[in-house]
């Protein structure tokens, strides 16, 4: 079993940053893809970024420019740097992990949410 344990959420004004970070542990073979996700209420999942263990990023377009997202392969962690904050971006942010097993399955893991509050 996987566990995922994000931190770093709180209560930002416009224009600020925060940095989150989500650690992996438990029985890991790889980890394929790291992202991020965030949740309103009312609406469905959506993707922030991801990065490949390869390095190679993806953005959402609402957030190019604003968002870095990095990994530290050797701690089992995924950052999200997230400058410029605007309200829009207020949402809970979830980190997924997809997770490679010896047998060369891949499984989906999620962390459990952490809250980005952006205040005008």
């Known amino acids: 079993q996987v566990q995922l344990v994000e931190s770093g959420g709180g209560l930002v004004q416009a224009g600020g940053s925060l940095r989150l970070s989500c650690a992996a542990s438990g029985r890991i073979f790889s980890i394929n893809v790291m992202g991020w996700y965030r949740q309103t209420p009312g609406k469905q999942r959506e993707l922030v970024a991801t990065i490949s263990n390869g390095g190679v990023t993806n953005y959402a377009d609402s957030v190019k420019g604003r968002f870095t997202i990095s990994r530290d392969n050797a701690k089992n962690t995924v950052f999200l740097q997230m400058n410029s904050l605007k309200p829009e971006d207020t949402a809970v942010y979830h980190c997924?992990?997809?997770?490679?097993?010896?047998?060369?399955?891949?499984?989906?893991?999620w962390g459990q949410g952490t809250q980005v509050t952006v205040s005008s």
């Open positions: 997924n992990f997809r997770v490679g097993n010896y047998y060369g399955i891949n499984n989906d893991y």
